[in-house]
């Protein structure tokens, strides 16, 4: 039955990433195509039914008002249910409904369960953390309740640049003793992939369990059938998730598993911005020098990101071997201060985690609050949550790349910027190259590392992770490479903005009204 699975599998995935993605681009062309022409037909030929159409277009987008969800999500679509009702309707049912994610082949369930012991010391560093800052303590609480526990006795180690961050994933890998998992939206064939194959194959001839989830779109150029088939042939178990060509008539590949884990034997675990690919260790040049960074978790909170892996492995629909209880930690372990791992997803919507803890980071600072993002396409409650925090006197920073991977997203990102500026917002553009960290930082009291992205995918479309450092030594750590990254950035004015061409600042206000999609 493997086999015959794994065979199928291999069919599956020899579809060429060329051909998925002109399937793709075609089904699109063919429904936006179809649906203007049916506009443009009716309108000339059925006026009555047209205004019918154009009265069920008003009470759509009215229902799409009432509901709950993101306010850009909301406008997007009630301007062009009311503008092309015809167009929209067909549209918005094809793209729009809030039943997309949770139609994808994901089964609903739960993460491990935690005991009352578990849940109780959660609660009782909740307690200490509340006596050194009540505001931490209830961020810690918000994500308690969401099932996400408040972890003591661990350690995090802080890594700057990429490379450094894979010489200790990969010596970690090699003394695997019991597992390895692997979760990254993008692995890709090259250097790195080669090392970490060589030290999975090694694991796993040795009885190592070990197991991968990549996103199928993130790898469809750069992740080979061979490859593919040279890791099942090694004994590693693999998951491609939301492969395209299953979903291609409904378009659901916006919904991608965009995390960064790894897991090794419940006692280590990374996190950060960091795919697996060369250019993340600046072995090959892309946009410049490439910056990014990531933590190391070591102790009782990898336990957390072990959870999660073995959630979106039962979601995807495989089994595990052993209870989920076999994967916790075996060793004992301290650390000072408390960490906090947690996800999200597009099955969670309207309610989104990951949104709401910046939300609470940004209302929380009281001194400074630096930030690092290679994308920005918000809605307005944290545009504003940003320039309120700017006017009470925090010393806001936005750090962003000067070198842009999508020029289409930068020129979105740009529109937010003025605002951000006239209230006293420092935004610094990293000029080596392309700034890809993730991270978060108040007050050298509590910082975020993790996948996550300053923009509607991450907020609204994808599954993201993340991990709140309170009161960690490896805090430090961040802020001296924040530091570092200001030194090497230019401070970008209000001045140079309102320079910017005519047509750059009319195409990008029309390119803002299609962010939820860039």
Not at 63 to 77: A, D, F, H, N, Q
Not at 150 to 160: D, S, V
Request: proline residues 4%.
């Amino acid at each position: 039955m493997r086999k015959r699975s794994r065979i199928k599998q291999r069919t599956e995935r020899r579809i060429s990433a060329f051909t998925s993605l002109t399937m793709c681009a075609v089904v699109v062309l063919v429904q936006i195509a179809s649906t203007l022409l049916l506009t443009v037909f009716l309108h000339e030929y059925a006026s009555i039914f047209y205004a019918a159409l154009e009265l069920l277009g008003a009470v759509v987008a009215i229902r799409i008002y009432t509901r709950s969800g993101s306010p850009s999500y909301k406008l997007v679509w009630m301007c062009l249910l009311l503008a092309l009702p015809v167009a929209g309707m067909i549209l918005f049912f094809l793209w729009g409904g809030t039943h997309q994610a949770k139609t994808l082949s994901l089964k609903k369930v739960a993460p491990p369960a935690e005991g009352e012991g578990a849940r109780r010391q959660s609660e009782a560093c909740i307690a200490r953390l509340r006596r050194i800052d009540p505001a931490w303590s209830r961020l810690a609480s918000y994500l308690q309740k969401r099932g996400f526990l408040l972890y003591p006795n661990t350690n995090a180690r802080y890594f700057g640049d990429g490379a450094a961050y894979f010489e200790d994933l990969i010596a970690h890998i090699r003394q695997a003793e019991t597992y390895v998992f692997l979760e990254y939206y993008i692995l890709a064939e090259g250097r790195i992939w080669n090392r970490i194959f060589d030290a999975l194959k090694e694991r796993a001839a040795q009885g190592v369990e070990v197991r991968v989830i990549f996103d199928d779109f993130g790898n469809l150029t750069r992740f080979s059938d061979e490859t593919l088939q040279k890791m099942q042939s090694a004994g590693i178990e693999v998951e491609v998730f939301n492969p395209v060509h299953r979903y291609i008539n409904r378009i659901y590949f916006n919904y991608r598993d965009h995390r960064k884990i790894a897991v090794i034997d419940g006692y280590y675990a990374y996190t950060g911005g960091v795919n697996i690919a060369d250019e993340y260790a600046n072995l090959v040049e892309r946009f410049g020098y490439w910056k990014d960074s990531g933590v190391c978790i070591e102790g009782e909170g990898a336990w957390g990101f072990a959870s999660q892996f073995i959630q979106m492995w039962k979601m995807i629909g495989r089994s595990l071997p052993n209870e989920d209880d076999y994967y916790r930690p075996r060793r004992e372990s301290a650390g000072a201060g408390w960490c906090q791992p947690f996800t999200d997803g597009p099955v969670n919507n309207p309610d989104n985690p990951i949104e709401e803890t910046y939300l609470q980071l940004i209302g929380s600072a009281k001194r400074f609050l630096y930030i690092t993002t290679p994308y920005y396409a918000v809605e307005e409650s944290m545009q504003k949550a940003l320039c309120i925090a700017a006017d009470a006197g925090v010393d806001v920073r936005l750090m962003i790349p000067a070198i842009p991977d999508h020029k289409l997203t930068y020129m979105v990102a740009e529109t937010y910027w003025g605002e951000l500026m006239r209230h006293g917002v420092r935004i610094y553009k990293y000029t080596p190259g392309f700034l890809h960290a993730k991270s978060v930082m108040v007050d050298r009291e509590v910082a975020l590392v993790g996948s996550t992205n300053m923009d509607y995918r991450t907020f609204q479309l994808h599954y993201e992770c993340g991990v709140l450092l309170y009161h960690m030594p490896a805090v430090e750590a961040l802020l001296e490479d924040l530091d570092s990254i200001m030194d090497q950035s230019r401070l970008y004015t209000l001045e140079e903005w309102n320079r910017r061409p005519w047509y750059r600042r009319a195409f990008a206000t029309v390119l803002k009204l299609f962010a939820i999609w860039l």
